[in-house]
């Protein structure tokens, strides 16, 4: 037998020994450190059974991997990445995985009715199948809505259906799966109905969509569609290559017209944290700008040497959702934390939010990213999450059809597949209320002209409608 094929033979018999024994190990594992409050059996006891289908803190591998090394807290369940190794671990929690009788990746039943505090919702499926990684929607009237699929296509709900034929003629994106570039939101001009313009953030690279490693930043246009075609597009922010960069992660990508007619939009901190208080560069920022692009005279940094004039604030790890409140006129947003420190904001002009010189979360790893989470000149969270539910849409509610509702802040999570009601007084929040929990990830929310609240679900892909019965 040659080498090659003994050392390769070998090194799989090692592996096949090492899974089986890691199978065995998740078990021993378990029964020695977690059966005394999960129960033998996983069945539960003093603490919540692990066979389930709703995950409280999220139910994809590594979220699960994360809850156990590093604990869950303000509750019993400590980190046990001071006791267990990561191989540990990971035997550990693939043993819970595979005793599950509805695997955590199964597609989940979608209740039809959800009892609230003030309402039972009926829910309905519009869309179950087709979208793929729907990101943001807009109605362009009351039959009718845009929505954009991250892979980089704009499809159309025609009366609660999904129109076979994608936009044509849009953009190329630099969209990889395994990334998290691609498509964001769309939003429509405040005077659509009389000039048509609808707006597309994505991210962009100069040249090979297909090459992960192009330079590429978050971008914003404008365009028409007429004929199922993307027309007379017109690039609204593009910064210039030297600026985009290669690997990003957080892209931001919500855009949101308040109701002065200017466009915010965000871009995430692209990986690179430390950009986020570098006034030159793009990443870490909410910006604002005219709706044919131009920058409003009063933005803050107009008249800062070397800053991106476009910058409305600065320190944002990730926005991913603006909304305006109906009375006072502020803008509300939810950014995408690091571990721990998901936050709610109120956009002021100029403000420096922190990240990453404060905040109340550690690195995904575990890594500290500081020790401080107040610093004079940065702004407080109105709240922050800990555990980080991966906050991403918010929307205030203004429909007749929610009267008990009004001026709540509706929040949608990834990770934690949630939607949060926040009571807000002067404010604060009072009061939060879970109204949906654990049937998918929540990507985007919207009130339909029907007064209706639409949601838009990744993983499974699918459009649902809440009303009160
Ligand atoms: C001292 C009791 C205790 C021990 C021991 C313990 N846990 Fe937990 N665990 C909890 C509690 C309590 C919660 C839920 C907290 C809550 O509901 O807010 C929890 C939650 C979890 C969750 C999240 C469940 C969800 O719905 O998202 C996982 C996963 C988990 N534990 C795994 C483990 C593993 C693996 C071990 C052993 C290494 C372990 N636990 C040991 C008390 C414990």
Redesign the pocket.
């Known amino acids: 037998m040659n080498r090659l094929r003994k050392t390769f033979l070998l090194t799989n018999i090692f592996f096949l020994f090492v899974l089986a024994a890691s199978g065995q190990e998740g078990a021993s ?2 029964q020695t ?2 059966a ?3 129960g033998a059996q996983l069945q539960g006891g ?3 059974t ?1 066979i ?1 289908t709703i ?4 139910r994809r591998g590594d979220a ?1 991997f994360r ?2 090394k590093f604990g ?1 807290p303000s ?4 980190g ?1 990445g001071k006791v ?1 190794n990561d191989v540990q671990i990971k035997a ?2 693939d043993f ?1 995985i595979a005793s599950q009788t509805i695997p955590p990746d199964a597609r989940r039943t979608i209740p039809s009715t959800l009892k609230t505090k003030h309402y039972t919702l009926k829910v309905e499926q519009l869309i179950t199948a087709g979208l793929h990684t729907p990101w943001g929607m807009e109605f362009l009237d009351p039959d009718r809505a845009l929505i954009t699929e991250r892979s980089g296509a704009i499809r159309t709900m025609i009366n609660g259906k999904l129109n076979e034929g994608a936009v044509e003629g849009v953009p190329a994106t630099a969209y990889q799966p395994s990334t998290t570039g691609g498509y964001f939101d769309i939003a429509l001009d405040p005077k659509y109905k009389t000039n048509g313009w609808i707006y597309l953030a994505f991210s962009h690279t100069n040249g090979d969509h297909t090459n992960k490693n192009a330079p590429s930043m978050t971008k914003v246009i404008r365009g028409k569609i007429k004929n199922n075609q993307w027309v007379e597009q017109q690039t609204l922010f593009e910064v210039p290559d030297s600026l985009k960069v290669t690997g990003g992660n957080r892209w931001g990508g919500r855009l949101f017209f308040d109701k002065e007619g200017f466009l915010f939009f965000s871009i995430g901190d692209m990986a690179r944290a430390n950009d986020s208080q570098d006034l030159r560069k793009p990443s870490g920022k909410v910006f604002r700008i005219s709706s044919d692009g131009s920058i409003p005279k009063d933005n803050p940094f107009v008249r800062t040497l070397n800053a991106l004039p476009a910058i409305y604030s600065i320190g944002n790890r990730n926005v991913q959702g603006f909304a305006q409140h109906p009375e006072t006129g502020e803008i509300w947003m939810t950014e995408h934390g690091p571990m721990g420190g998901d936050e709610l904001n109120i956009l002021k002009k100029g403000t420096n939010y922190g990240w990453p010189v404060i905040t109340y979360g550690v690195d995904y790893s575990g890594e500290i990213v500081s020790n401080d989470t107040v610093k004079s000149g940065m702004a407080q969270p109105v709240i922050y999450w800990t555990p980080s539910i991966a906050v991403c849409p918010a929307e205030f509610v203004t429909s007749q059809q929610f009267s008990k509702w009004n001026n709540n802040l509706l929040v949608g999570a990834l990770a934690f597949e949630e939607i949060r009601r926040l009571v807000i007084t002067n404010n604060q929040v009072t009061e939060q209320e879970m109204i949906l929990k654990g049937v998918g990830r929540v990507r985007e929310l919207k009130t339909g002209p029907d007064g209706a609240i639409y949601v838009v679900l990744n993983e499974p892909d699918m459009i649902i409608r809440l009303t009160p019965q």
């Open positions: 594992i378990y450190y977690c005394g409050c999960h003093s603490a919540e692990l389930k995950w409280k803190y999220g699960i809850n156990i869950i509750t019993e369940m400590i046990w267990l550990v929690s819970i």
